[in-house]
């Protein structure tokens, strides 16, 4: 299957770099989809932590999209009141836009 987001340069280049083809599952907006969702899972369910996952399902993975990916479209769509937290092994996400009330 071949991935119409990477170009035949693209290719090439890889190619001629690591002697090796360019692996045509990257780039497929899968990460990007996985940091959207988590926002979104968060937005339906304020005040709740929500875990932060990635479909590669490693540590690495989920810390990059917690830290990067997921701040990075919460800047660009300019979207507030989220806060992360690191739970053991992977982060969560939590939409904060109710001010929680003193007892």
Same mark, same amino acid.
């Given at each position: ?6 170009? $035949? ?6 190619? @001629?770099?690591?002697?090796?083809? +360019? ?6 907006? &899968?990460?990007?989809?996985?940091? @959207? ?10 005040? &709740?932590?929500?875990?932060? @996952? $990635? ?5 690495? =993975? ?17 979207? &507030?009141?989220?806060? +992360?937290?690191?739970? &053991? $092994? ?7 836009? =109710?001010?929680?009330? $003193?007892?």
């Amino acid at each position: 299957m071949k991935n119409k987001l990477i170009t $035949d340069e693209e290719r090439e280049e890889y190619f @001629l770099m690591r002697n090796q083809p +360019f692996p045509e599952n990257r780039r497929s907006g &899968k990460s990007t989809g996985a940091a @959207l969702f988590n926002i979104g899972k968060a937005m339906i369910n304020p005040g &709740k932590e929500i875990p932060i @996952l $990635d479909h590669y399902g490693t540590k690495e =993975f989920n810390r990059h999209i917690a830290i990067e990916l997921t701040k990075y479209m919460l800047k660009t769509l300019s979207l &507030k009141h989220f806060e +992360f937290k690191w739970n &053991k $092994d992977h982060y969560t996400i939590k939409y904060t836009v =109710f001010e929680e009330e $003193d007892e």
